[in-house]
Nanobody, 125 residues
Framework: QVQLVESGGGLVQAGGSLRLSCVAS????????TGWFRQAPEKEREFVAT?????????YYADSVKGRFTISRDNAKNTVYLQMNSLKFEDTAVYYC?????????????????WGQGTQVTVSS
């Protein structure tokens, strides 16, 4: 089992930045692909970004955040980060950290085995 705890959400003005953190415990974090998803009110949960544990920590982003968000991981701290810059009103959502016992860069929810409880990000326009 893996437990994931997100932090770093909050209220920010459009154009601002936030950094989300997700700390994992319970399994070898260095062999888990990790990702971020988000869910806005009355919308489906959607993929945001993922980072692999193999292949030199390869990353992949949703088109809507490419160039603005950066996912990274620190295996020594069992932590994955999501740096969010140039935030827009439409980035407002609950952001979820997820981990998968897979190689590569999983992008669908069903590929992930473990989920955090979510952290709220609110961007004011």
């Amino acid at each position: 089992q893996v437990q994931l705890v997100e932090s770093g959400g909050g209220l920010v003005q459009a154009g601002g930045s936030l950094r989300l953190s997700c700390v994992a415990s319970g399994r070898t974090f260095s062999r888990l692909a990790t990702g971020w998803f988000r869910q806005a009110p009355e919308k489906e949960r959607e993929f945001v970004a993922t980072i692999s544990w193999n292949g030199g920590s390869s990353t992949y982003y949703a088109d809507s955040v490419k160039g603005r968000f950066t996912i990274s991981r620190d295996n020594a701290k069992n932590t994955v980060y999501l740096q969010m810059n140039s935030l827009k009103f439409e980035d407002t959502a609950v952001y979820y950290c997820a981990a998968a016992s897979l190689a590569g860069r999983p992008t669908t929810q069903k590929q992930y085995d473990y989920w955090g409880q979510g952290t709220q990000v609110t961007v004011s326009s």
